[in-house]
């Protein structure tokens, strides 16, 4: 599966930001999807994942802020972030994989298919 990230952008603390990913592919609506990102000089961590059942996972940092949703009709994943703050920033990147069980939800080698990253830049 191919996947293209979209949605980024500069916004000001307390604002709100949509990334979408949208995926190639017939059998999207079997994979996990997820949510990581990277800010300079750190490692990449998750922030949320969803799988075919709709059932969510989300890093402590984000939850509560973040909501993350797919829509199989469009084969696109979601990303709403509201009440964004400067640690928020970073390239958010999405990613997929099929078969990929619960306990390496949050690990980013857990995931086969990774989009191109999109920069969301919080200012304060």
């Known amino acids: 599966v191919q996947l293209q990230a979209s949605g980024g952008g500069l916004v000001q603390a307390g604002g709100s930001l949509r990334l979408s990913c949208t995926a190639s592919g017939r059998t999207f609506s079997s994979y996990v999807m997820g949510w990581f990102r990277q800010a300079p000089g750190k490692e990449r961590e998750f922030v949320a994942a969803?799988?075919?059942?709709?059932?969510?996972y989300y890093a402590q940092s984000v939850k509560g802020r973040f909501t993350i949703s797919r829509d199989n009709t469009k084969n696109t994943v979601y990303l709403q972030m509201n009440s964004l703050k400067s640690e928020d920033t970073a390239v958010y990147y999405c990613?997929?994989?099929?078969?990929?069980?619960?306990?390496?939800?949050?690990?980013?080698?857990?995931?086969?298919?990774w989009g191109q990253g999109t920069q969301v830049t919080v200012s304060s």
């Open positions: 969803v799988r075919w059942s709709d059932y969510t």
């Open positions: 990613a997929a994989d099929r078969n990929l069980i619960t306990s390496r939800i949050k690990d980013p080698y857990g995931y086969d298919n």
